[in-house]
């Protein structure tokens, strides 16, 4: 499984952007697929994901941010808006992956697409 993120980019403060992840490859079923980001001398955290039946926000997403996927399970979006340079981070698409019925799923990253927030 291959993940392919776009949409990162430079923004003032207030403004928005649109991310994108799409899923490639030898796809049995994705369980769970959404983004996380890592600031600068920051642990990863989600950010927002589709898991199951849920759909998952950080506290610091959610009135601003929308996750929404594409017209299969193998695409998401994250619509940010009211962004704040603490917003500024790497952002990844994770995908979890299960092969076969009742396998463990496993995790896939994407590879990051830099979202810097100006003041």
């Known amino acids: 499984v291959q993940l392919q993120a776009c949409g990162g980019g430079l923004v003032q403060a207030g403004g928005s952007l649109r991310l994108s992840c799409a899923a490639s490859?030898?796809?049995?079923?994705?369980?769970?697929m959404g983004w996380y980001r890592q600031a600068p001398g920051k642990q990863r955290e989600l950010v927002a994901q589709?898991?199951?039946?849920?759909?998952d926000y950080a506290d610091s997403a959610k009135g601003r941010f929308t996750i929404s996927r594409g017209n299969t399970k193998n695409t998401v979006y994250l619509q940010m808006n009211s962004l704040s340079p603490e917003d500024t981070a790497v952002y990844y698409c994770?995908?979890?992956?299960?092969?076969?019925?009742?396998?463990?799923?496993?995790?896939?990253w994407g590879q990051g697409t830099l979202v810097t927030v100006s003041s």
């Open positions: 994770k995908a979890d992956h299960r092969r076969t019925w009742g396998a463990a799923p496993t995790g896939y």
């Open positions: 589709f898991s199951g039946r849920n759909t």
């Open positions: 490859g030898s796809i049995f079923e994705i369980t769970a």
